[in-house]
């Protein structure tokens, strides 16, 4: 009886780090994306399958509709103010505020006036 040698590939998996802001320099997460007229707007710092952090801006009156996401949902207000609605209740966020909106719970976001947030997704 013959052994049987099988070789395995292996993958080098490049792990994305920190992406589209400037490294060793301070900077303010608030200037870092810009608002646009009728829109909102999204810079992604981080993604992987762990994690996933996004800058948003919001002009007045816009939003991102109710829906759930695998992970719990951490947002900060860089700047303005923003309505976060979890099952049917809703928050008012002004700057330096935060707010968990929990795995698996329908949320949506609103821009009340221009708006500026961090979003860090736990998965």
Not at 47 to 52: D, G, K, M, R, T
Not at 75 to 99: A, H, M, N, P
Request: glycine fraction near 8%.
């Amino acid at each position: 009886m013959k052994d049987i040698i099988t070789a395995k590939k292996i993958t080098t998996v490049k792990r994305e780090r920190i992406k589209n802001i400037p490294k060793s320099e301070v900077v303010a997460l608030r200037d870092q994306v810009a608002y646009q007229e009728g829109q909102v707007v999204s810079r992604t710092l981080a993604q992987n399958p762990a994690v996933s952090v996004t800058l948003f801006s919001f002009d007045k009156g816009e939003e991102i509709s109710s829906h759930k996401s695998g992970g719990d949902a951490f947002v900060t207000c860089l700047d303005g103010v923003g309505k976060i609605t979890i099952d049917d209740e809703e928050y008012i966020l002004r700057e330096g505020e935060s707010i968990v909106m929990p795995a698996g719970h329908p949320h949506a976001v609103y821009g009340e006036e221009r708006f500026k947030m961090m979003l860090v997704v736990v998965f």
